[in-house]
């Protein structure tokens, strides 16, 4: 038998929703403040456009109890944002750059975890949750202020410097996030093909990328949103620095909540204990690849 919830545990989960929006309007209003017109809200559109579109799809999500077209509007909230902004604002070269590496990215990133789930049937990660209407709402808005807080260094690059051009840290940015972006691609890959030749999920990879990393998939995820920031550098002062918060964000979140620690625990529980598993752990670094780290 289940042990009864504890009263302020269950406190805790009604209070996430709000607090959740609460910290995008005043991180949206806080890049928004330094915004020059007629751009000044847009930060706060964003977030209201992206909040509306994962807070409609949750209705039908929970009435069917499926998470099944999670992932589906999370890359729609990414592309429509980018299409919207990009309609709005009339950015220079550079900022269609950016808005072209987001539809990129989202439009990859839907591909493969829209096809994942439809391989597997289901995401684990919501068994506990799907049924329970207030967590799912949950997961849903974490989904929105994620794509908030993703494309808010690409909000303020269009915003405050819609025809600012080319500068050395853009290019940096740039090169930072083609790196990330290709070694998620790839190693996503690898484990696709490994799971492929490994169907009964007996074994765990640990080649290729995977042998420098144990989720080398997360360390593109954080690269390539740390190289959008850096492309919104040049317009950047005051309190629109608070786009340092993207790849804050992304890391704790991937290392500490839905990406890392998930996964760590559930390989710990099918493999821990095995000479080779254990020997793999002590020798490849958790995400990023550290020089004396492997054999």
Request: charged residues 15%.
């Amino acid at each position: 038998m289940s042990q009864p919830e504890d009263s302020s545990s269950r406190w805790s989960v009604w209070i996430t929703t709000p607090v959740l929006v609460i910290v995008g309007i005043v991180i949206a209003m806080a890049g928004g403040s330094a915004t020059r017109p007629p751009y000044a809200g847009l930060s706060v559109l964003v977030l209201g456009w992206v909040v509306l579109i994962n807070g409609l799809a949750w209705i039908p999500a929970y009435l069917k109890r499926t998470e099944r077209f999670y992932d589906l509007v999370g890359s729609v909230s990414f592309i429509s944002s980018a299409a919207w902004l990009g309609w709005w604002v009339q950015p220079d070269v550079a900022g269609w750059i950016m808005l072209a590496a987001v539809s990129l990215w989202s439009s990859r990133m839907a591909w493969f975890l829209v096809g994942r789930i439809h391989r597997q049937g289901k995401d684990g990660r919501f068994d506990a949750i799907k049924t329970d209407v207030i967590r799912f709402l949950n997961a849903w808005m974490m989904q929105a202020i994620w794509a908030f807080l993703c494309l808010l260094p690409v909000t303020v690059r269009l915003t405050d410097g819609p025809h600012a051009g080319f500068s050395p840290l853009f290019w940096a940015g740039l090169i930072i996030w083609a790196i990330g972006f290709a070694v998620e691609v790839v190693s996503d890959e690898q484990k696709r093909r490994f799971r492929k030749r490994h169907p009964d999920g007996s074994a765990f990879i640990q080649s290729g990328l995977w042998s420098i990393s144990r989720h080398p998939n997360y360390v593109g995820e954080i690269s390539l949103w740390t190289g959008m920031t850096v492309m919104a550098l040049p317009v950047v002062s005051g309190s629109l620095w608070v786009v340092l918060i993207t790849p804050l964000f992304v890391y704790s979140l991937l290392r500490f909540v839905s990406g890392v620690s998930l996964l760590e625990a559930r390989s710990d529980a099918k493999w821990g204990g095995q000479e080779e598993y254990e020997t793999y752990k002590s020798r490849t670094p958790i995400l990023f690849p550290m020089p004396g780290k492997r054999r």
